[in-house]
T-cell receptor
């Protein structure tokens, strides 16, 4: 069984470019969560999605950030017009409905230069 | 709002010595508690979790943790560490029924030969 797959593992973007981070959940998991880990800090919740629905985006910055989890294909976290402060590790996790355990991917490390 | 404090950013310990990594959370009526491990350049792996029942929880790789409701703590312990335990350890909490995990800042476990 494949776990949560995130790609790319490392992403370098210049200021002002767009970053697209992909997350394929564990097969059969319909819940996806995105977290951001800034250097020397713990993870911070960003958004919780189910298939075709955003359930909670209270942790997402109000501008430039968006997330989707379409009926088919991976979940996408999109950051428009990246700035240096967006440099971080972005982790995706998935779980089946009603389960308390979330399975994490290896993360995408975004560096904005 | 729930918060999690990991009191030590780094814990150096000699190989085969015991170790305790501390975690305290702000009080709540009911909580779920988790410890995750992040090996260098890897994703997060669940070590153990407390949902209910026995306050002593055993996890993988010889780790265990004890839920102490009166002290709002969930400290992680291992009686004898190995060089392969070198990693960063994160404590996380969710309010009962809330999917959002609130994370501590992490503790780096440094094993000295």
């Amino acid at each position: 069984n494949a776990g949560v797959m995130q790609n790319p593992r490392h992403l370098v973007r210049r200021r002002g470019q767009e970053a697209r981070l992909r997350c394929s959940p564990v097969k059969g998991h319909s819940h996806v969560y995105w977290y951001r880990q800034l250097p020397e800090e713990g993870l911070k919740f960003m958004v919780y999605l189910q298939k075709e629905n955003i359930i909670d985006e209270s942790g997402m910055p109000k501008e430039r950030f968006s997330a989707e989890f379409p009926k088919e294909g991976p979940s996408i976290l999109r950051i428009q017009q990246v700035v240096r402060g967006d440099s971080a590790a972005y982790f995706c996790a998935s779980s089946p409905p009603g389960d308390t355990e979330a399975f994490f991917g290896q993360g995408t490390r975004l560096t904005v230069v | 709002a729930q918060s999690v404090t990991q009191l030590d950013s780094q814990v150096p310990v000699f190989e085969e010595a015991p170790v305790e990594l501390r975690c305290n959370y702000s009080s709540s009526v009911s909580v779920y508690l988790f410890w995750y491990v992040q090996y260098p350049n890897q994703g997060l792996q669940l070590l153990l979790k407390y949902l209910s029942g026995s306050t002593l929880v055993k996890g993988i790789n010889g780790f265990e943790a004890e839920f102490n409701k009166s002290q709002t703590s969930f400290h992680l312990r291992k009686p004898s560490v190995h060089i392969s335990d070198t990693a960063e350890y994160f404590c996380a909490v969710s309010d009962g029924g809330n999917y959002q995990l609130i994370w501590g800042a992490g503790t780096k476990l440094i094993i000295k030969p």
